[in-house]
C-alpha cells in the first residue's frame, strides 16, 4: 500500500522575525524569542534563518545539541569562525552540543549587507568538532538544473538550481524516508502543483519524485532531502 502524500507550506510573510539596526533574521522555524505551535522543526531540520548582517557586525550563537550547520551566502560572503564563504559556496561543518559559532559579515562599510541562509540539522551522534566542507558551485553553463551541494555522505543531501521562466525539471530522492524540503531563494516555483514565491518554503513527505516548473527568469530553488530525527 503507498504511504499518503503530505504537504505543508511555509510562507515568507509568516515568519518569525528578529529586527536591529545592523541585523535582520527571518525564522522559518521556532528559534531564540521566537515559538509558534505550527512551527515545528521537519525532521532534522530545526532551524532556517535567513540572515542580514551590517558591515563589521557579526552574530555570536551557541548550539545546545549536536548539530550539523549549512551556511550558504545569498548576496556577498560571512566568516564563520574565521573560515570564509562567499556567494557561490556552501559551509557544511559539524557543532558538537555547546559550539560558539562567529558568523560576520567581513565588509567594513556598515551600509555593505550581506544575506546568509542558516539551516540547522540535528544529530543523533558526537560528531568531530574539525569535520567540515566547502563546496563551490556555479550557475554559469548550469542553468535549468539542479547541482548537488553535499552528497549525502555524513551530511544531508542539498541541492540547489537556477532556471528560466517556464523551464520544467523533476528531482528523484536519493532517499525516500527522507521528507524534501523546497525552499524559494529567488522568484517564483510551481512545486508539485503548489505556487511558491522568494522565501517561502514547502514540505514533502511520501514523494519518490517531485516536478516543478519556474515562473520567473533566474529564479532559484534549494531542495533538501531531510533526515527523520
Given at each position: 500500500?503507498?504511504?499518503?502524500?503530505?504537504?505543508?507550506?511555509?510562507?515568507?510573510?509568516?515568519?518569525?522575525?528578529?529586527?536591529?539596526?545592523?541585523?535582520?533574521?527571518?525564522?522559518?522555524?521556532?528559534?531564540?524569542?521566537?515559538?509558534?505551535?505550527?512551527?515545528?522543526?521537519?525532521?532534522?531540520?530545526?532551524?532556517?534563518?535567513?540572515?542580514?548582517?551590517?558591515?563589521?557586525?557579526?552574530?555570536?550563537?551557541?548550539?545546545?545539541?549536536?548539530?550539523?550547520?549549512?551556511?550558504?551566502?545569498?548576496?556577498?560572503?560571512?566568516?564563520?569562525?574565521?573560515?570564509?564563504?562567499?556567494?557561490?559556496?556552501?559551509?557544511?561543518?559539524?557543532?558538537?552540543?555547546?559550539?560558539?559559532?562567529?558568523?560576520?559579515?567581513?565588509?567594513?562599510?556598515?551600509?555593505?549587507?550581506?544575506?546568509?541562509?542558516?539551516?540547522?540539522?540535528?544529530?543523533?551522534?558526537?560528531?568531530?568538532?574539525?569535520?567540515?566542507?566547502?563546496?563551490?558551485?556555479?550557475?554559469?553553463?548550469?542553468?535549468d538544473k539542479m547541482l548537488a551541494l553535499t552528497t549525502g555522505r555524513?551530511?544531508?543531501?542539498?541541492?540547489?538550481?537556477?532556471?528560466?521562466?517556464?523551464?520544467?525539471?523533476?528531482?528523484?530522492?536519493?532517499?525516500?524516508?527522507?521528507?524534501?524540503?523546497?525552499?524559494?531563494?529567488?522568484?517564483?516555483?510551481?512545486?508539485?502543483?503548489?505556487?511558491?514565491?522568494?522565501r517561502d518554503g514547502l514540505a514533502l513527505n511520501n514523494f519518490d519524485?517531485?516536478?516543478?516548473?519556474?515562473?520567473?527568469?533566474?529564479?532559484?530553488?534549494?531542495?533538501?532531502?531531510?533526515?527523520?530525527?
Amino acid at each position: 500500500m503507498n504511504k499518503q502524500q503530505e504537504a505543508k507550506i511555509y510562507l515568507n510573510d509568516t515568519r518569525g522575525k528578529h529586527e536591529l539596526d545592523w541585523f535582520r533574521s527571518f525564522h522559518t522555524f521556532n528559534f531564540g524569542n521566537y515559538q509558534n505551535v505550527h512551527r515545528q522543526p521537519v525532521g532534522s531540520l530545526y532551524v532556517l534563518n535567513d540572515d542580514a548582517i551590517a558591515g563589521g557586525h557579526s552574530l555570536q550563537l551557541e548550539t545546545e545539541e549536536h548539530t550539523q550547520v549549512l551556511l550558504l551566502p545569498v548576496v556577498g560572503a560571512v566568516t564563520c569562525n574565521d573560515t570564509f564563504i562567499y556567494a557561490g559556496q556552501l559551509l557544511a561543518r559539524n557543532a558538537p552540543a555547546g559550539t560558539k559559532l562567529n558568523i560576520a559579515n567581513p565588509y567594513n562599510e556598515e551600509q555593505e549587507m550581506v544575506n546568509c541562509l542558516q539551516l540547522w540539522f540535528r544529530s543523533p551522534a558526537l560528531l568531530p568538532a574539525a569535520a567540515l566542507i566547502l563546496h563551490a558551485f556555479s550557475f554559469e553553463n548550469n542553468m535549468d538544473k539542479m547541482l548537488a551541494l553535499t552528497t549525502g555522505r555524513g551530511y544531508p543531501r542539498v541541492s540547489i538550481g537556477k532556471y528560466m521562466g517556464r523551464s520544467k525539471d523533476r528531482y528523484v530522492l536519493k532517499d525516500t524516508s527522507c521528507t524534501l524540503y523546497a525552499f524559494v531563494i529567488e522568484g517564483a516555483f510551481e512545486v508539485e502543483d503548489r505556487l511558491l514565491h522568494a522565501r517561502d518554503g514547502l514540505a514533502l513527505n511520501n514523494f519518490d519524485t517531485i516536478e516543478f516548473e519556474a515562473l520567473s527568469n533566474e529564479a532559484i530553488l534549494l531542495l533538501i532531502e531531510v533526515p527523520v530525527v
